[in-house]
């Protein structure tokens, strides 16, 4: 069955420092994936999206992602975090390249900035 | 800028009560879907609507209903509410362009059933 798994719920990093958030998914077919952020008392907003093409995608406020064919992985990355980065992070993945609003979601990462 | 607004911001309702969550969009989109979202289990998706009068099951959609009278508003339904549904519920839409589908969110509804 197709899911995605976000390993790490919380990650704590200082600021300035970098960031990598992990994402594991499992989809027969090519893949269509995503990284949403909600920040705190919001909705979900939209990161990035993965096409296939180029591995690298970049998104929003110096966010890129690297999609991995062999590991099965989405992983999220950003040179140098920032106090405002503090929220939670979803990885999802479409079931249908018509409807790319149908997500199977994982479960988030918490991601703490200390100063 | 899309704006979707959902009402009511917060609801406690009683186990057996019937419940509706509603949601507003001003974009224009085809595309609308309810999502809730646990601990543990991120957002999963309840039902969805390609349309006005189109309503669609998603990945859990027992105990739920839908409802797309117009292109602006869809609505969630709990005929008879009951505790495993408390959560954070939410609203989204997108354009239905196929392949190009970014979800706008709303700020969601949380429901507590006792």
């Known amino acids: 069955a197709q899911s995605v798994t976000q390993p790490d719920a919380r990650v704590t990093v200082s600021e300035g420092a970098s960031l990598q958030l992990r994402c594991k998914y499992s989809y027969f077919g090519t893949p269509y994936l995503f990284w949403y952020v909600q920040y705190p008392r919001q909705g979900l907003q939209l990161l990035l999206k993965?096409?296939?093409?180029?591995?690298v995608v970049q998104g929003v406020n110096g966010f890129e992602a690297e999609f991995s064919k062999s590991n099965s992985s989405f992983h999220l990355r950003k040179a140098s975090v920032h106090w405002s980065d503090w929220a939670v992070y979803f990885c999802a993945v479409s079931m249908s390249w018509y409807n790319q609003g149908k997500l199977i979601f994982g479960q988030g990462t918490k991601l703490s900035i200390k100063p | 800028e899309a704006a979707v607004t959902q009402s009511p911001r917060n609801k406690v309702a009683v186990t057996g009560g019937k419940v509706t969550l509603s949601c507003n969009q001003t974009?224009?989109?085809?595309?609308m879907y309810w999502y809730r979202q646990d601990t543990g289990h991120g957002l999963r998706l309840i039902h969805y609507?390609?349309?006005?009068?189109?309503?669609e099951k998603g990945d859990i959609p027992d105990g739920y209903k839908a409802s797309r009278p117009s292109q602006e508003n869809f609505s969630l339904i709990l005929e008879l509410a009951t505790p495993s549904q408390t959560s954070v519920y939410f609203c989204?839409?997108?354009?239905?362009?196929?392949?190009?589908?970014?979800?706008?969110f709303g700020s969601g509804t949380r429901l507590t059933v006792l």
């Open positions: 993965y096409y296939p093409g180029d591995p």
């Open positions: 974009n224009n989109h085809n595309n």
């Open positions: 989204a839409s997108g354009p239905g362009l196929g392949g190009t589908e970014t979800l706008y």
């Open positions: 609507s390609y349309g006005a009068g189109s309503t």
